[in-house]
């Protein structure tokens, strides 16, 4: 049997000139692979510039190559100044956003959206801006769409896509409401739909799972479906009600897993509770609890009332690798749901204590008046996944 191998001339002929092969070895090829290759000819150039071929290999990377986001911290002022703290490093690194007067709006899978401008007087820009790499883009909303505005939101997934959408409310009448669509891909507001009006506000929105999502602990919550020709609200089952005078409340995604998390106060029963959505019947179910009293007496104030403050939830892999954030004065702690342990994960230079909401429904909490701890996930500057 001839065992000789093919002539390159001949297999190169043959990879070649088949684009369906040629495309399946080069997405599995490195960025900077690629742009040596766009010089062997004017159809390999071709090809690796098509935006089809961008997008294929965005998601291949992600899903092949590990590009997944880290959890990580933003720790910011009402100014510009930050620090951001990544989970594999317990130190704060100093972070600087473009403008003076910024306001985070939503995160949502490592992009932020934010309201710039003076806050006591003067028009409101928005951005939306990448932590990671520190780009930004600026969002032009229309004279027209300012009249009656409502809010914005983000949606940005990148195991679907590399672009991210922005949806644009503004009342209509009593009955019904405009949503507006910018595309990251057109870098324009491309779509108008009018849809039925709802007894929300659309702040402090959530995404998940094809969603924007207004959890209401009192009352019936709403989500608005964000697919391409399926955009509108539908209203949702309420949360679960834990009955405690002092609580914090806390909806946020985390690993894909949509949480509703409540910290109950009382002065010798101090508990978490994490409740989690089901994807087939939509019900929210108890996943985690976890009791705080051997460590409250330890960090109660002057006048009884536990300083311990909820942060957010750390979804693992795992069940057993899902973590508690909290706050007590000078500290982020972590608790392990099955070590059954609290650790000091990082100290804060400025010794803060909490000043409590009755409800916080983003990814943004406050440890003080004027700071706030946000979570987001960063992705790898290397990735393309972000286009802004």
Not at 113 to 141: Q, V
Not at 157 to 180: A, C, G, H, M, Q
Not at 216 to 224: A, K, M
Request: charged content about 20%.
């Amino acid at each position: 049997m001839d065992c000789k191998r093919s002539s390159s001339p001949e297999s190169g002929a043959i990879i070649g000139g088949n684009e369906d092969f040629l495309m399946e070895i080069l997405l599995f090829l490195p960025v900077k692979s690629l742009i040596r290759f766009q010089s062997v000819s004017k159809h390999w150039r071709s090809l690796i510039l098509d935006p089809r071929f961008s997008h294929l290999h965005s998601l291949h990377h992600f899903h092949h190559l590990c590009h997944k986001p880290q959890t990580s911290f933003l720790l910011c002022d009402t100014t510009s100044r930050a620090s951001v703290c990544l989970p594999t490093v317990k130190k704060l690194f100093s972070f600087r956003f473009r403008f003076r007067y910024q306001k985070i709006l939503q995160s949502c899978n490592g992009l932020l959206l934010l309201e710039c401008g003076n806050p006591h007087s003067g028009p409101k820009d928005y951005f939306i801006c990448n932590p990671t790499t520190r780009k930004y883009r600026k969002l032009l909303p229309s004279e027209e769409q300012m009249e009656g505005f409502l809010g914005l939101s983000i949606v940005f997934d990148p195991s679907i896509s590399p672009y991210y959408k922005v949806f644009s409310f503004r009342t209509n009448d009593l009955y019904s409401e405009w949503v507006e669509v910018y595309d990251s891909e057109t870098h324009t507001w491309k779509q108008r739909v009018k849809v039925p009006h709802i007894s929300t506000q659309v702040i402090d929105g959530v995404y998940w799972n094809d969603g924007i999502y207004w959890i209401q602990p009192r009352l019936t919550s709403f989500c608005f479906s964000s697919k391409d020709d399926c955009y509108g609200f539908n209203s949702k089952h309420k949360v679960p009600r834990v009955h405690s005078r002092a609580r914090e409340n806390h909806v946020m995604e985390s690993n894909g897993h949509m949480h509703y998390a409540v910290l109950s106060l009382h002065p010798d029963k101090n508990y978490v509770y994490v409740y989690e959505v089901n994807n087939k019947d939509r019900i929210w179910h108890l996943k985690y609890k976890a009791s705080l009293n051997p460590i409250s007496s330890e960090f109660a104030g002057n006048d009884g009332t536990c300083l311990i403050s909820l942060l957010g939830i750390v979804r693992g892999e795992r069940k057993e690798d899902s973590v508690l954030l909290l706050h007590v004065p000078g500290k982020i702690m972590v608790y392990s749901f099955c070590m059954i342990i609290l650790r000091c994960w990082l100290i804060l230079q400025q010794r803060t204590t909490l000043r409590r909401d009755n409800c916080s429904f983003c990814l943004r909490m406050r440890i003080s008046s004027s700071i706030v701890l946000l979570l987001f996930d960063a992705f790898l500057p290397s990735t393309r996944l972000t286009l802004l």
